[in-house]
């Protein structure tokens, strides 16, 4: 009788470890089907890859550069600061004398969905307010074939009726010799014309958006990917040409700044398969 009991045991043993093996294999699988992916040995330049999606490669910088009303040149424009990666997880730290910013990136998966979570920090530490900070954060798919958009017909937003249309339907206004980028205002945000980084390009549309993103279909429209704050927008940019195609969802991180605050905005990238 205690030999059956013991072998039970045993037998008990060994299939709680299958189970707990196959369930830390099946996580493991599932965290991998979304991945970062270092452009060179740098760690500046970022990809983001998927298994499901072979040969496209999404660039993001997160932000470009931060701007505001009384930002003549931007702050952190075309940081070199590289990434610290570890598995599923992210992080950058920059800072001067007188401002700082941390961004914290995590990659997630469910079901027919991934995405990259964004989180930046900024502090004030100079002895003026800043107002109308916002982060310029770019999504870049020119590595992407599956979902290039030069038309723009298959990129979306919502007009300020909360309809949806594409960008292709904005009449766009041009600057002399610029290419074909364009700001466009969202309610509740910011004044484009107002902020100095901005209305330097001379690229900022007249229709008024709203909503909290931007997102586009790939070609065979069986993916949908979306750049989203999950506060206020403080606006939305697009530039697609021949070797470049990136969408922005620019959150608004503070109004006002005051010397000695930190203030937070959070959002997402977010790779959806349609299901047709």
């Given at each position: 009788m205690a030999h059956k009991t013991t072998l039970t045991k045993k037998l008990l043993c060994i299939f709680a470890i299958v189970i707990i093996s196959t369930s830390v294999?099946?996580?493991?699988?599932?965290?991998?089907?979304?991945?970062?992916?270092?452009?060179?040995?740098?760690?500046?330049?970022?990809?983001?890859?998927?298994?499901?999606?072979?040969?496209?490669?999404?660039?993001?910088?997160?932000?470009?550069?931060?701007?505001?009303?009384?930002?003549?040149?931007?702050?952190?424009?075309?940081?070199?600061?590289?990434?610290?990666?570890?598995?599923?997880?992210?992080?950058?730290?920059?800072?001067?004398?007188?401002?700082?910013?941390?961004?914290?990136?995590?990659?997630?998966?469910?079901?027919?969905?991934?995405?990259?979570?964004?989180?930046?920090?900024?502090?004030?530490?100079?002895?003026?307010?800043?107002?109308?900070?916002?982060?310029?954060?770019?999504?870049?798919?020119?590595?992407?074939?599956?979902?290039?958009?030069?038309?723009?017909?298959?990129?979306?937003?919502?007009?300020?009726?909360?309809?949806?249309?594409?960008?292709?339907?904005?009449?766009?206004?041009a600057g002399n010799g610029r290419r074909t980028m364009q700001f466009y205002p969202v309610i509740g945000g910011i004044k484009l014309a107002e902020s100095p980084w901005i209305a330097n390009w001379n690229v900022n549309a007249n229709t008024i958006l709203s909503g909290k993103s931007v997102w586009l279909e790939s070609i065979d429209k069986s993916w949908k990917i979306e750049t989203i704050v999950d506060g206020q927008p403080a606006f939305f940019f697009n530039n697609w040409e021949q070797d470049h195609g990136c969408i922005h969802s620019a959150p608004l991180i503070a109004r006002e700044l005051k010397p000695g605050q930190t203030m937070e905005a959070t959002g997402s990238f977010r790779f959806i398969k349609i299901k047709n």
């Open positions: 294999f099946s996580q493991k699988k599932a965290e991998n089907l979304i991945a970062f992916e270092p452009a060179d040995k740098s760690n500046i330049s970022i990809f983001i890859v998927l298994k499901e999606l072979p040969g496209q490669r999404f660039l993001f910088t997160v932000p470009e550069i931060f701007t505001g009303k009384n930002l003549e040149k931007g702050l952190f424009n075309g940081d070199l600061k590289p990434w610290t990666i570890k598995e599923n997880q992210g992080h950058r730290a920059v800072k001067n004398s007188k401002y700082g910013y941390s961004v914290n990136l995590y990659l997630t998966e469910r079901s027919n969905e991934y995405w990259l979570t964004w989180n930046i920090k900024f502090t004030n530490k100079s002895n003026i307010t800043l107002l109308d900070l916002a982060a310029f954060n770019c999504l870049t798919m020119d590595r992407a074939p599956l979902f290039k958009d030069i038309s723009m017909e298959r990129t979306w937003v919502k007009d300020e009726f909360d309809q949806t249309i594409s960008l292709s339907s904005i009449e766009k206004t």
